[in-house]
């Protein structure tokens, strides 16, 4: 326990409701804090304004505010300060809209109990002390701003919502490697987050960029945990990244620095432990390394400790272009809830990588028009649509897509704004924010990359009635081929591509199946079923498994 008392500021009308509170608050023994109770808003933002509050319980009903104007509100003077919301049970949608627009967390009165109440305080304190170091970033508080979305539809027992929240291991380590004059030694700073243990081993890609950190890695390592519980695959989640730009290294430095990475997390990884697969910036070669690195300390060839490595080294066919073809596959069944002949549709491709040019490859073969493509240099348009081949020759050439003689250059954002059919985000995370999203003009939004939609940016594409195909679904073909070849490995065997589509569609297809159903049923938007789906798969395990000791 600290030894300074925590400063709470209750913001709540109802006399009953905020002397019961100050009186649970009292019961909690782990907890020493002193509260300052106000009955109304403007009181709370002079209170504020001087400081020294370290954690603001709030109801967002007030008599001199109403709903999330008051959240905003206080966010206004108090912006560093966490807040957690007060909500009746009739009051769910508000209070996931609180979590959207910043809130830590939120409480319902009438579940209201000592303990409860304790450990959200204390457990909010931590995540706002966590956030403010190595864990900051903004695609870990959209993660778990979703999650919390999730579970408030879902009223997920607090128990588990608090397990879920942060990864279960997360190692970081800095490493150095000599560049390629060997008199010059780069220390780089490295990560590998496992987020659920729960399910069987962990499983997760390895991404290489310079603005790799803590947060994105756990991000990243919890949307793979509801990803594979999606497609009922029997892993956790899991992620690891090395922040440095891959692409200013020699393919003999991407070697030296993925070799002793490999060496860092030795301890973390193994076919029934954790295994990694490619990511950002990483590719099967960079994981035949990692493969052969992991073997020479074991003594023998181990090729189940990767997937996404070389087909003669036990890879799996179809694995090389597996998210892009889930990614086509979903884009079909989306286009035919739609009735959106594709044949006849437009689509736009950002990123032009591993994930976005086997998208536009398939898009392409099916009749779509690619009318614009990006990636890191440039985007491209052209009204009577591009050659998805003569880019990819282009880009096999160049490594990236500047220059491309016969398209028009176009900026980043005017590429998200064409107005076509299909929008195929498969670059960076962050890139459909509030800012664009009432500028996105398309039918149907297929997420190839990992959180590229903002949470608030999520709501207005829902109001405009844009169909969002969630990155945990949209992308997920990925880790179910790399399944199938973590399982022909085990078993030294090895399936055709036929077997492989067509499993790969199956599993793809129920799961598109079960989340539209959800979303339709409970009025939801897609994403949110999406991880509805995989929490429930999750927490149903947990509760299976029970805390131990
Ligand atoms: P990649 O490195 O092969 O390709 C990334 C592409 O994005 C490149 O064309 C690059 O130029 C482009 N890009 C980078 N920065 C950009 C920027 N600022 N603006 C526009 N374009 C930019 O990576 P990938 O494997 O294709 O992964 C892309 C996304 O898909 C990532 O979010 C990744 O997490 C996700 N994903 C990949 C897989 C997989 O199997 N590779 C599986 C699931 C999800």
């Given at each position: 326990m600290s030894d300074f008392p925590i400063r709470l500021l209750l913001i709540e009308d109802n006399p009953l409701h905020s002397r019961l509170i100050q009186q649970l608050l009292k019961t909690d023994t782990q907890l020493r804090c002193e509260v300052e109770a106000v009955e109304r808003l403007d009181e709370g933002l002079v209170r504020l304004t001087r400081g020294k509050v370290d954690l603001v319980l709030l109801d967002l009903v007030l008599p001199d505010s109403e709903e999330l104007e008051t959240l905003w509100r206080v966010r206004l003077v108090a912006p560093q300060v966490p807040v957690v919301i007060l909500t009746s049970l009739d009051d769910v949608k508000l209070a996931a809209r609180a979590v959207e627009s910043g809130a830590y967390d939120y409480l319902v009165k009438s579940h209201l109990k000592g303990a409860s109440l304790g450990r959200a305080v204390r457990y909010t304190l931590a995540r706002a002390r966590a956030r403010g170091g190595e864990w900051d970033s903004p695609m870990f508080r959209l993660a778990q701003q979703q999650f919390l979305k999730a579970s408030q539809y879902m009223g997920l027992d607090d128990n588990v919502r608090q397990r879920l929240l942060f990864p279960q291991r997360a190692h970081m380590v800095s490493f150095p490697f000599f560049r390629d004059d060997h008199s010059q030694v780069e220390t780089v700073f490295g990560y590998r987050v496992q987020h659920v243990l729960t399910m069987g081993p962990t499983k997760g890609g390895i991404r290489y960029h310079e603005g790799v950190d803590l947060g994105e890695v756990a991000a990243l390592a919890m949307w793979m945990t509801w990803k594979c519980a999606l497609m009922k695959l029997p892993f956790g989640g899991a992620k690891g990244g090395v922040r440095v730009d891959p692409t200013a290294l020699s393919r003999t430095e991407l070697q030296r620095l993925t070799r002793r990475y490999t060496t860092e997390i030795i301890e973390m990884?193994?076919?029934?432990?954790d295994i990694p697969a490619p990511d950002l910036g990483t590719d099967e070669q960079v994981m035949a390394w990692l493969m052969d690195t992991y073997s020479q300390q074991i003594g023998h060839a181990v090729p189940t400790v990767v997937t996404g490595k070389p087909v003669v080294l036990g890879g799996s066919l179809g694995r090389k272009e597996a998210t892009g073809r889930g990614l086509v596959f979903l884009i079909e069944a989306s286009a035919q809830h739609l009735g959106l002949e594709l044949s006849k549709a437009t689509a736009v491709v950002q990123g032009f990588g591993n994930v976005g040019s086997h998208t536009a490859r398939f898009l392409a073969e099916l009749g779509?028009?690619?009318i614009g493509v990006g990636d890191v240099s440039t985007s491209l348009y052209r009204r009577e649509g591009l050659s998805v081949k003569d880019l990819q020759a282009y880009v096999d050439e160049?490594?990236?897509?500047?220059?491309?003689?016969?398209a028009e250059p176009i900026s980043n954002a005017d590429l998200l704004e064409l107005d076509c059919d299909v929008l195929v985000l498969a670059a960076l995370q962050n890139q459909v924010t509030v800012e664009n999203a009432a500028q996105i003009s398309c039918r149907l939004l297929a997420e190839g990359a990992n959180g590229p939609t903002m949470l608030e940016a999520d709501d207005i594409l829902h109001d405009r009635g844009i169909f969002v195909l969630p990155d945990i679904l949209g992308n997920a073909g990925g880790v179910t081929v790399s399944y199938f070849e973590w399982v022909q490995g085990m078993q030294n065997l090895t399936w055709t591509l036929d077997e492989i589509n067509g499993r790969l569609k199956s599993i793809l297809l129920d799961a598109f199946r079960r989340t539209l159903h959800r979303a339709q049923k409970d009025r939801l938007d897609m994403r949110t079923a999406a991880l509805i789906e995989g929490v429930s798969r999750v927490t149903e395990a947990k509760l299976w498994r029970g805390v131990f000791p």
């Open positions: 990884i193994g076919p029934d432990r779509v028009k690619i160049h490594r990236v897509l500047d220059g491309y003689p016969d």
